[in-house]
């Protein structure tokens, strides 16, 4: 069983910028793929970006250059960078890892980008 929690969300203008977190239990978290994905309501959950064990990212078109994910193993936790924010932007993130043939999500954590 992995435990995941979410944070660092809340309400930004446009232009700005959040640091989301999700922190995993679990001592071999250096060997989970984790993603972060987001949703609004009446719409599917979108994967926004993903990094491998081996470090490798991948990103949505909407978000690549203005979103990072990275990951810190020696916490177990990984990052989202969210820079330059757009009304668009505004959802419930989660992350979510990728365990063999198991996946665990995190509760979520709202992202509202306003002026």
């Known amino acids: 069983q992995v435990q995941l929690v979410e944070s660092g969300g809340g309400l930004v203008q446009p232009g700005g910028s959040l640091r989301l977190s999700c922190a995993a239990s679990g001592v071999l978290f250096r060997l989970y793929n984790m993603d972060w994905y987001r949703q609004v309501p009446g719409k599917q959950r979108e994967l926004v970006a993903r990094?491998?064990?081996?470090?490798?990212?991948n990103y949505v078109v909407s978000v690549k250059g203005r979103f990072t994910i990275f990951r810190d193993n020696a916490k177990n936790t990984v990052y989202l960078q969210m820079n330059s924010l757009k009304l668009n932007d505004t959802a419930v993130y989660y992350c979510?890892?990728?365990?063999?043939?198991?996946?665990?999500w995190g509760q979520g954590t709202q992202v509202t980008v306003s002026s």
């Open positions: 990094i491998t064990s081996a470090g490798d990212t």
């Open positions: 979510k890892a990728d365990v063999g043939p198991q996946n665990y």
